[in-house]
């Protein structure tokens, strides 16, 4: 594949083969996603690649404290709810992906269930948590570096015939990623990114996410106006 193929043909994915994934091509997955660029090179990220029994544990934790209405507690910090153009296209996206579901709006117990496999890392053979040094919490400069390495990651899985879903509700708790996964305390949990082999039968996989256009995103400042023959 080439850049163009791999940027425009991956999509997020959300359900999975039970087809393992063999450690050699997870290693060459990151080893292309570690090329990303960091502030001065300061490359201040860690992944910790799960499978079996930790990961599922980490998935049961979840899922329990979800359904006793434990409230999140994330180690990154949100900003609470989307409003004006960032919730019109948060809308769209979960539109779209309910439309191929056949989740209808007021269908309580299939949208839970939607959730729920949120929860449970959309039962992904491998789950990729990234991790940045806590000493470098309190600038905006780390995040932004695991932003560029995660891109790089779900890109580089794409084009060895592997989907990805970022995603933000595997690490709701992240105590209990810490937990499992075994990370220190001096590494801030940022992310985590579901892994696999996509299950082509599964409507959700096949969506196609929209994007603003070039014009709309693109600021062009001192170019000379092209003249069209
Ligand atoms: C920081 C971040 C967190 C995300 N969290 C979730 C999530 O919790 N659940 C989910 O289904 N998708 C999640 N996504 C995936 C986005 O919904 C998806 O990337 C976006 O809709 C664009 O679609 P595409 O990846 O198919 O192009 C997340 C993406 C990012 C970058």
Known sequence: MNYEEVVFGRRSIRAFQKKPVPRSVIEEVVALAVRAPSSMNTQPWHLHVLTGEPLDRIRA???????????????????GNYQGGHRQRQVEIAVQLFEAMGIARDDKEKRQDW????????????????????????????????????????NAAWANGLGCVVNSQGIMHSSVVREH?????????????????PDEEFPANAVVSKRRPVDEVANFVGFEETVSS
């Open 115 to 154: 959730i729920l496999r949120g929860f449970r890392q959309f039962d992904a053979p491998i789950s990729i948590v990234v991790t940045y040094d806590r000493v470098l919490r309190d600038g905006d400069i780390a995040q932004f570096d695991c932003g560029a390495l995660v891109n790089g990651l779900v």
């Open 181 to 197: 996964a075994g990370i220190p305390d001096d590494q801030v949990v940022m992310i985590c990114v579901a892994m696999g082999y």
């Open 61 to 79: 934790d979840n899922t329990e404290r979800m359904l006793n209405g434990v409230p999140p507690a994330k180690d990154s910090r949100d900003i």
